[in-house]
């Protein structure tokens, strides 16, 4: 389900309309960034379950000592922080845009950062630097907040930040700067939604686990 999920928000993100509509207007283009980078990458982590991931365990913990401090959880922070911050920059959003070549590195620098992020948090696996305790609320809230800055940033602009979309007239009743407000808007929105469905979804998950763990402790000293 979590697979199909997944593999529907890419699809919706880049094959589907909204490609076409991200092209005429940021509010979709803003939705599409927040599929790959979010929906899809969420879901398909989820997918990895420990029975899938079972056989590589051993090659996974070794490819994260090797990563050094890339694979790290402040890295994933960085690379989902940095890639939102970098293709919002009006120069690099008006490239991507204009050069289908840059597009889709765009896409795929989200994607990336997405799956790299969103592993910390929902990996099945438990690694040695596993965020655990308050981590997950600090790991999420640092995120969250500073890509929620940029939804506002956004949101309250007085200005155009993104020459490719002014037209001087109006597309679905929005003016340019209308629709970069609704972009800033989904973002900061989207952004504080996703956190709490998150860290709710991590709370239940570490009740499933501790209550386990204590299953396996009564059935050892039985």
Not at 89 to 115: C, D, K, Q, R
Not at 160 to 165: M, R
Request: hydrophobic share 55%.
């Amino acid at each position: 389900m979590a697979w199909a999920g997944g593999l529907t928000c890419l699809f919706v993100a880049l094959v589907s309309p909204l490609d076409v509509l991200g092209e005429q207007m940021a509010s979709f283009h803003m939705v599409q960034h927040l599929l790959i980078a979010d929906l899809a990458a969420i879901l398909l982590t989820l997918a990895l379950t420990k029975h899938i991931l079972r056989p590589l365990t051993r090659r996974i913990h070794w490819l994260e000592r090797k990563a050094g401090p890339f694979g790290h959880p402040a890295f994933g922070v960085v690379a989902y922080v940095g890639a939102m911050w970098l293709w919002h920059v009006p120069t690099m959003y008006n490239a991507a845009l204009e050069h289908s070549m840059i597009h889709v590195l765009e896409h795929l620098s989200f994607a990336v950062a997405g799956l790299i992020y969103w592993w910390h948090l929902l990996s099945p696996i438990r690694s040695r630097m596993r965020l655990a305790g308050i981590g997950p609320i600090l790991y999420m809230a640092s995120t969250k907040i500073l890509v929620g800055f940029l939804g506002i940033l956004l949101t309250f602009s007085s200005t155009v930040l993104y020459d490719y979309y002014e037209t001087g007239g109006t597309r679905w009743g929005l003016s340019a700067l209308d629709d970069q407000h609704v972009a800033g808007l989904t973002m900061a929105l989207e952004q504080s939604i996703v956190m709490g469905i998150a860290l709710a979804y991590l709370f239940f998950r570490m009740l499933s686990e501790s209550e386990a763990e204590d299953q396996r402790a009564e059935r050892y000293a039985a």
